[in-house]
C-alpha cells in the first residue's frame, strides 16, 4: 500500500502561484510514476502532469503547459506542482496518484494508478 496526502492548496488571485506537495508513505517511493489531475465541479477528472520513475515529465500541453512544473524529490517521498501563472480555469480540486506502469504516454489516464490522494481544493480568483 501507498499512502499519499496533498498540501498547498488555497485560494489565490489569477496571475499568482501555488506549489502542491504529495507526501507519499509505504511502499518505496521511487519504483512509481506520479501523476497530478485535478476535476472540476460538473467535469471529469483530467490529467494534468505525470513525472516517471527516472524524471521524465508529461504535460497536460492544452491546458498547463509552461504555467505547471511538475518535480519529485525521491529522499523526501514527495513529489510537487508547481503553477505559475494561474487562471480562474484552474480552479479544481488536485489529486496526486502514483503508477507503478512506466510508460508516461499510458499515464494520461486516471485508471492506470494504483493509489490515489484525498485531493486540495486549488481555487482561483479573476
Known amino acids: 500500500q501507498v499512502q499519499l496526502v496533498e498540501s498547498g492548496g488555497g485560494l489565490v488571485q489569477a496571475g499568482g502561484s501555488l506549489r502542491l506537495s504529495c507526501a507519499a508513505s509505504g511502499r518505496t517511493f521511487s519504483n512509481y510514476a506520479m501523476g497530478w489531475f485535478r476535476q472540476a465541479p460538473g467535469k471529469e477528472r483530467e490529467f494534468v502532469a505525470i513525472?516517471?520513475?527516472?524524471?521524465?515529465?508529461?504535460y497536460n500541453g492544452d491546458s498547463v503547459k509552461g504555467r505547471f512544473t511538475i518535480s519529485r524529490d525521491n529522499a523526501k517521498n514527495t513529489v510537487y506542482l508547481q503553477m505559475n501563472s494561474l487562471k480562474p480555469e484552474d480552479t479544481a480540486v488536485y489529486y496526486c496518484?502514483?503508477?507503478?506502469?512506466?510508460?508516461?504516454?499510458?499515464?494520461?489516464?486516471?485508471?492506470?494508478?494504483?493509489?490515489w490522494g484525498q485531493g486540495t481544493q486549488v481555487t482561483v480568483s479573476s
Open positions: 496518484a502514483a503508477a507503478s506502469g512506466a510508460l508516461l504516454l499510458s499515464l494520461r489516464v486516471s485508471d492506470r494508478y494504483d493509489y
Open positions: 513525472i516517471g520513475r527516472s524524471g521524465g515529465t508529461l
